[in-house]
Each structure stands twice: as C-alpha cells, then as structure tokens.
T-cell receptor, first 113, second 111 residues
Framework: KAGVTQTPRYLIKTRGQQVTLSCSPI?????VSWYQQTPGQGLQFLFE???????NKGNFPGRFSGRQFSNSRSEMNVSTLELGDSALYLC????????????FGPGTRLTVT | QKEVEQDPGPLSVPEGAIVSLNCTYS??????FMWYRQYSRKGPELLMY????GNKEDGRFTAQVDKSSKYISLFIRDSQPSDSATYLC???????????FGTGTRLTVIP
C-alpha cells in the first residue's frame, strides 16, 4: 500500500498571502488529521476530518481551515499568513478511529517571509 | 503548562547502550500512550502504543506506563546508529483521535 502523500513538500509564501496544502491518505482510510510542527511547540493538533465532516478541532485561529473530499483526500488552507505560521504541516490518516492507528505523511514545509 | 512534557535532550550514547526516554503528563483522562520515531525530513513513524497502564515489549523496545505517576518511558536496548532520530511521545483520551505530543527527544547513537 502506498503511504500518506502530501503536496507540495516545500512552499515559500509572503506574509498576508494564503496557502492550500493537500493530503492523500492511505487507500481505504477515512480519517485525516492535520498537525503543525514547530521547534518550540512541537506537534499540535489542528483538526480531524472523517467522511467529509470535521470531527474535532484544535486550538488554532479561524485562519486555519480544512476540508475533506468524497475520496478522503483532504486540504488545509491558511489565510492571511503570518511569520509564525512557518512550520512543518503533517497529515495523518487512519481507517476509522483509534488514536494508535494514525500514519503520518512526510509533511509540507511552509516558510513565510 | 503543556499537557505533555518531554526532555528535549539532545541525548548522545555509544552503540550498544540502553536508552531511556521519558514523558510526563497532566491529563488523567489520557488512556492511549504512543511512541513515535521521526527521522530528519520525514513524518513521525509509530513505534509502539500502550493502552492504560503496564508494559509492552517489541524487540529491543519496551514501553512502560505508570498512570499513578503520570509518567511514561521508552527503553531501547542494544542501541544502534540507525536508532538515531527524534523520539516523540504522544497521548490521547479514549474516543478521541487528536494526539497530544511531547516536543521530542533527539537521540544520537555513536558507533
């Protein structure tokens, strides 16, 4: 089985712009979660989608949003980028539930200048 | 105070040494305890998980959970240079998929 794929792998944006990141889960997986990883804060949960519905949301501002399509692929969007949004954005997929069943992609490295 | 605390290291050991990695947490509702390994430029890879208290062994790796102390550990026996990576602990409540991570401990095993 192919693993979780994320595109693009690297991205450079300017403050104030918006960005869309994409995640393709493992075939058959219906849950996709997004995390932000920074050196200071580590990995922090952004949100989880299951069957096209947001099932859980972390403590991030409304500039961070996401969606999931009928084929389970997911996108996350960050509007009005700030310097502090520079991070590695990881998505993880799982079949249905079980926090121990999440498989992570390689991440998208976002740099905001 | 973060819900999960982990000593960031870095930790440097000679090949063959026993490595002990630890995390503490404050949320008594955590029931699932995971250890992930992350190599440079890669996403985290699940090593082991434990439900509730107890020990779990998998090859050279042993995970321990002490819920009374809110303390979890990962032991690596006969450490190898290929074990050099960042190790992340993660925890979750029952019925929730959102994981709470420690900041990670960077381990280097010297040949």
């Amino acid at each position: 089985k192919a693993g979780v794929t994320q595109t693009p792998r690297y991205l450079i944006k300017t403050r104030g712009q918006q960005v869309t990141l994409s995640c393709s889960p493992i075939s058959g997986h219906r849950s996709v979660s997004w995390y932000q990883q920074t050196p200071g804060q580590g990995l922090q949960f952004l949100f989880e989608y299951f069957s096209e519905t947001q099932r859980n949301k972390g403590n991030f501002p409304g500039r961070f949003s996401g969606r999931q399509f009928s084929n389970s692929r997911s996108e996350m969007n960050v509007s009005t980028l700030e310097l502090g949004d520079s991070a590695l954005y990881l998505c993880a997929s799982s079949w249905a539930g079980g926090p121990y069943e999440q498989y992570f992609g390689p991440g998208t490295r976002l740099t905001v200048t | 105070q973060k819900e999960v605390e982990q000593d960031p290291g870095p930790l440097s050991v000679p090949e063959g040494a026993i490595v002990s990695l630890n995390c503490t947490y404050s949320n008594s509702a955590f029931q699932y305890f995971m250890w992930y390994r992350q190599y440079s430029r890669k996403g985290p890879e699940l090593l082991m998980y434990t439900y509730s208290s107890g020990n779990k062994e998998d090859g050279r790796f042993t995970a321990q959970v002490d819920k009374s102390s809110k303390y979890i550990s990962l032991f690596i026996r006969d450490s190898q240079p290929s074990d050099s990576a960042t190790y992340l602990c993660a925890m979750s409540e029952t019925g929730a998929n959102n994981l709470f991570f420690g900041t990670g401990t960077r381990l280097t095993v010297i040949p």
